[in-house]
């Protein structure tokens, strides 16, 4: 099996040209997703805000006592080392074709009960010009199907952004929703602790309900660009892989739909 670099094999990066795509499995080891997701933990269990990063109210929703952590890399070292450590480098590298810069991460927990995220592309938020986002997207525990998994829709990367119409808000916390090409079907990803799911910013991807009575589907993703990109969304705030602040100037315009300066999303 030929390897190109940190464990993404040749047949992974034509996966990914192929279908916008790939996973590379046990990149990070069950004892560093652990770390992190005690970190989390932590967090959440101090019940304390902190503005702009994580800010949990009261509510009958799951996500109200469990809202992801926004840019959690500004406020965790760990997160930091995490969002630019050399291994996903080395596979951002060989998938993006240049040097990197790490746009955001984010931490979900997304504990049982809690809705999904209807289909919908990255790109549409992160407005990247010229080029894509790439998203790394690492397991930390068992994911599927019953916990609210992602589910991606192979081959959306090489069509244009969609404008998408008005998601279901019973089952999904975000307003987008991408119906699936005509011919096309979103797909689940099932993954182990210290997977991570690569994919291009504008597949389209989403995820259903965790429909589990106890089991939470945490996950930490960071967002990804070339080098080469010139401009970004105001939200972003991008740095070199040595954790260099690097300012690019905020993507004009609202963007094809004219609503992507709505609140920044993500996968979930």
């Given at each position: 099996m030929s390897v190109t670099g940190a464990g993404l094999t040749q047949a992974?990066?034509?996966?990914?040209?192929?279908?916008?795509?790939?996973?590379?499995?046990?990149l990070f080891g069950y004892g560093e997703v652990g770390r992190l997701c005690a970190e989390f933990a932590a967090l959440q269990a101090a019940g304390s805000s902190v503005p702009g990063h994580f800010e949990p109210r009261a509510g009958d929703d799951p996500l109200d006592r469990y809202p992801r952590v926004m840019h959690p890399h500004e406020i965790s070292a760990l997160a930091r080392r995490m969002l630019l450590d050399a291994r996903l480098r080395s596979v951002l590298e060989e998938l993006l074709g240049e040097e990197v810069l790490a746009a955001q991460s984010m931490f979900y927990f997304k504990p049982p009960g809690a809705r999904g995220q209807a289909l919908h592309q990255d790109n549409f938020y992160l407005r990247v010009e010229p080029g894509t986002c790439v998203a790394a997207w690492l397991a930390c525990e068992v994911i599927d199907r019953d916990n609210g998994g992602l589910e991606v829709v192979p081959g959306t990367h090489r069509m244009e952004l969609f404008c998408p119409d008005e998601a279901d808000e019973g089952v999904s916390f975000a307003r987008e929703y991408?119906?699936?090409?005509?011919?096309?079907?979103?797909?689940?990803?099932?993954?182990?602790?210290?997977?991570?799911?690569?994919?291009?910013?504008?597949?389209?991807?989403?995820?259903?309900?965790?429909?589990?009575?106890?089991?939470?589907?945490?996950?930490?993703?960071?967002?990804?660009?070339?080098?080469?990109?010139?401009?970004?969304?105001?939200?972003?705030?991008?740095?070199?892989?040595?954790?260099?602040?690097?300012?690019?100037?905020?993507?004009?315009g609202a963007g094809p739909c004219g609503t992507e300066f709505a609140s920044p999303s993500g996968p979930h």
């Open positions: 992974g990066l034509r996966q990914y040209e192929k279908d916008g795509f790939t996973v590379v499995p046990g991408v119906p699936p090409p005509a011919g096309l079907a979103p797909v689940p990803v099932d993954m182990a602790p210290g997977d991570v799911l690569f994919f291009n910013g504008s597949l389209v991807h989403g995820s259903q309900p965790n429909r589990s009575s106890d089991r939470f589907r945490r996950s930490f993703i960071g967002h990804y660009v070339g080098r080469s990109a010139e401009r970004i969304g105001g939200y972003y705030r991008t740095l070199s892989m040595s954790g260099a602040r690097v300012s690019l100037p905020e993507s004009e």
